[in-house]
């Protein structure tokens, strides 16, 4: 199954890094492209709407808080997959450093293997990169 990941190493502690990203409902408040997210069916689903307009409508599959980890599928979207499902996970590397780890593997729809990695290696780099930012390291 093809698959992309992206990985980011901050000077910042793990809790720290948490309570920012760690929510299901967060993206917004970390990832600049994604202009809002709505809850539905009890927090479980989120209605993503992009700054362009796109709408992506994720499933929560699990959340560990206390291990900072958590994993969603795509229902709905512009993407051509189907069978995605992306984790998002922090491990702690130190007392006040730790690694961010995003990534997923889904099946291509009508286009290549290899196109869909970019998009979604696009995705998780661009993404990190946007946290990064936050902290400005």
Same mark, same amino acid.
């Given at each position: 199954?093809?698959? $992309?990941?992206?990985?980011?190493?901050?000077?910042? $502690?793990?809790? /720290?890094?948490?309570?920012?990203? #760690?929510?299901?409902? $967060?993206?917004? /408040?970390?990832?600049?492209?994604?202009?809002?997210?709505?809850?539905?069916?009890?927090?479980?689903?989120?209605?993503?709407?992009?700054? /362009?307009?796109?709408?992506?409508?994720?499933?929560?599959?699990? @959340? /560990?808080?206390?291990?900072?980890?958590?994993? @969603?599928?795509?229902?709905?979207?512009?993407?051509?997959?189907?069978? @995605?499902?992306?984790?998002?996970?922090?491990?702690?590397?130190?007392?006040?450093?730790?690694?961010?780890?995003? #990534?997923?593997?889904?099946?291509?729809?009508?286009?290549?293997?290899?196109?869909?990695?970019?998009?979604?290696? #696009?995705? @998780?780099?661009?993404?990190?990169?946007a946290l990064q930012a936050h902290y400005k390291v």
């Amino acid at each position: 199954m093809p698959q $992309a990941s992206a990985t980011l190493d901050l000077p910042v $502690a793990i809790n /720290d890094v948490w309570k920012l990203i #760690g929510g299901f409902h $967060a993206l917004p /408040d970390w990832l600049p492209f994604i202009a809002s997210s709505i809850s539905e069916d009890g927090g479980h689903v989120r209605h993503l709407r992009t700054e /362009d307009g796109a709408v992506v409508i994720e499933r929560l599959q699990s @959340y /560990d808080a206390e291990a900072h980890t958590y994993s @969603y599928s795509i229902v709905e979207g512009p993407f051509p997959v189907s069978d @995605y499902l992306a984790t998002l996970r922090v491990e702690s590397t130190g007392e006040s450093s730790c690694r961010v780890t995003w #990534g997923g593997t889904f099946q291509p729809v009508g286009v290549s293997a290899a196109e869909v990695e970019g998009i979604f290696q #696009g995705v @998780y780099e661009g993404g990190l990169a946007a946290l990064q930012a936050h902290y400005k390291v």
